[in-house]
C-alpha cells in the first residue's frame, strides 16, 4: 500500500457501502460521494503506523491499494478516524477509518 509516495505494510481492508445522507421528495435514498473503509494494521510490525496516521488525521491522502473489486487502485480521500487496538492492556494494532475515497482518473 502506497499513501502520499510512502510505503507502508498491506493492513486489512473491510469496505463500507456508501453512506445516505438524504433522501429525493421521491423517497430515493442520496449516497455520500465517495466510498468508505477500515484499514487494520497488527502489531508490533507497525508500531509507528499511530504516529504516522495520526498526524495525517484530518488532511487529503492518495493511496493506490485494492479497491472494492480487488484492482489496485490509486484513489483520494480524508483520513477520517484513528483508533489503537489495546487487549488486555497492550496495544495489539491500529485501526483507520478513510472516507470520500474517489478513483483518480488519468494517471
Do not use: H, K
Not at 24 to 48: H, K, N, Q, Y
Not at 88 to 101: F, I, K, N, R, S
Amino acid at each position: 500500500m502506497v499513501v502520499d509516495s510512502n510505503e507502508i505494510p498491506d493492513p486489512e481492508i473491510s469496505w463500507e457501502s456508501p453512506n445516505i445522507i438524504g433522501y429525493t421528495i421521491g423517497g430515493e435514498p442520496v449516497l455520500a460521494a465517495g466510498m468508505s473503509c477500515e484499514l487494520s494494521f497488527s502489531l508490533p510490525a507497525e508500531l509507528d503506523l499511530f504516529v504516522f496516521w495520526y498526524s495525517l488525521l484530518g488532511q487529503r491522502v492518495t493511496v493506490t491499494m485494492p479497491g472494492p473489486d480487488g484492482c489496485i487502485t490509486t484513489m483520494a480521500g480524508y483520513v477520517s478516524r484513528i483508533r489503537q487496538r489495546v487487549r488486555g492492556g497492550v496495544a495489539d494494532g491500529v485501526d483507520v477509518t478513510l472516507e470520500y475515497l474517489n478513483p483518480i482518473v488519468g494517471i
